[in-house]
Each structure stands twice: as structure tokens, then as C-alpha cells.
């Protein structure tokens, strides 16, 4: 640890605002990821259990929580990162790539407009939510070569006016930008360079020199599927390395257990969706 490594006393916790889903209909009854199997049995029970410890350890930690209700039908609707991205409390809605996950748009814009968020914005291009955007102080960086598109990030660019980084990933694996980067506080950041192309490397190493690095070990645990309030670090339990970097940085990571959701290619940030108010 060098010398102007913060320790944990010095870095402090902003309390958040989140929406989950229960996974009561979880289930892997499609493939559009490489780790979803339709043959390889899930525990809906567990996956709910699992779920459940995540949703009262933020609330435990101070945090305000809202749920959403599951609809039969979309099981990939507990990863509720990707069903809407929040900035200054504007909502961008989530328009689905993949036919079999559609619906779920709709159905988040509907809970937003039902609770009271009047700037709504209902997209016109590919767009997966915090699966694909992630809000750090400066900027929002965005992923696209799987799921969201170069036209998704110029609307979020418009609606939110502020500036849209496009990140081009190239591993199937990690095919959402929230499954190879992860936002700890204000404009640090930690990522699997590995996830991302040449040129996007170099434009993360240049905006974020002091950036936590994971490795390709703690990538494939999903490590960098993390929520962070700014000292606690939610990830899978999995990724000893990271929590060992993160705690050298002065925060406290805090391993939670998603076996169960990690069959559908998710793990804790993609099960949390942030709503940032306005500032
Ligand atoms: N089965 C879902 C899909 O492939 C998993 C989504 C995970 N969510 C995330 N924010 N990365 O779309």
C-alpha cells in the first residue's frame, strides 16, 4: 500500500437507492449468453434464498431498496441492472437485443412511470440498461459489441447530456459492460482489460490510470459484477484476489453467495439497479 492509498476510515459509504426483483420465476429456459444451459437444472428455491441475503444486506447497510414485481414468463427478469439506467432522475428505458427478453422494457418503464418518475424516455435503439451503462462522476461508459449499440449510446448521450464513452467487448463471456468493469467511487473504477479491444483498453488506461486491474481468475468468478456504495464492495464471494486489491485501496468488499443466478450469466450488479436522484 503506498502513501496515498486511502484507508477505510477515509472512505465513506453514500446511501443508495436501488430496485430488485425476487427471482420467484427464475429459471434457464434459453440460451443468449455461454453460461446459460437449458440443461443444466436450476434450484428456483436457492436462487431465491441467495437473492434474498443480497436484498437485506443493503438494506442492513443502510441502503433504501424498491421491488419490482416478477412476471411470469421473463425469468431473466431478476437481473434488474439491465431494465432501465437512472441518472439525475431520468429514466432511460432498456430496449432488449434478444427477442426472449423484450417484454422486460416495457414492463421496468411501467414500474418507473407508476413511481413517480416524470422523465421518462422510452428508447428507440438497443439499449440493456446498467447491463451496458455505467455512471461514474465524469462520465457514462458503455459497452457495445454484444448487446447495446453505437446508435443506444448516442441516444443515452442526448437524453442524459452527459458524455457517452463507447467500450467495445470482444469475449463472449463477458458480453454486458457490468460484467468486466465495475464503478468503486466517483471516477475509480476497476476492470478485466482482457474483456475489452485494443483501442477501448487504451481509452480506459488513459481516463483511469489508477484503476483496480482483476485478473482473469476473479473476471471469470464475475468479480467485477459489483455494487459499490463508496466504502462497502458487493461481489461474488468467489473473487478473493479483488476483495484482497479492494481492501488494499481502503474498501470493504463484502462476498456474497449467487451461484444459483450466475446459470443465467448474472451475478450481484446485475441483479441491482441503481437510481440516482437529482444532485
Ligand atoms: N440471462 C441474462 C442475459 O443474457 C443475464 C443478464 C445479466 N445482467 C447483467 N446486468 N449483466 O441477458
Known sequence: MNAVTPRPAERTARPRHYLMCRPSHFEVTYAINPWMDPAKPVDTGLAVAQWERLYALYQELGHRVDLIDPIPGLPDM????????????????????????????????????????????????????????????EYVLAGRGFRSTPAGHAEAQEFFGRPVIGLELIDPRYYHLDTA????????????????????????RRLFPDAVLADAGDAAVFGLNAVSDGLHVFLPEAATGLADKLRERGFEPIGVDLSELLKGGGSVKCCTLELRPRA
Open 181 to 204: 468493469l465495475a464503478v468503486l467511487d466517483g471516477d475509480e473504477i476497476m476492470y478485466n482489460p482482457e474483456a475489452f479491444s485494443a483501442g477501448s483498453r487504451e481509452v480506459l
Open 78 to 137: 431478476v437481473y434488474a441492472a439491465n431494465g432501465a439506467t437512472v441518472v439525475d432522475g431520468k429514466v432511460l428505458g432498456a430496449r432488449f437485443r434478444n427477442a426472449e427478453r423484450a417484454a422486460e422494457g416495457p414492463a421496468y418503464l411501467e414500474w418507473f412511470r407508476a413511481n413517480g418518475h416524470p422523465e421518462l424516455h422510452d428508447p428507440e435503439h438497443v439499449n440493456e440498461g446498467e447491463g451496458d451503462f455505467l455512471v461514474t462522476a
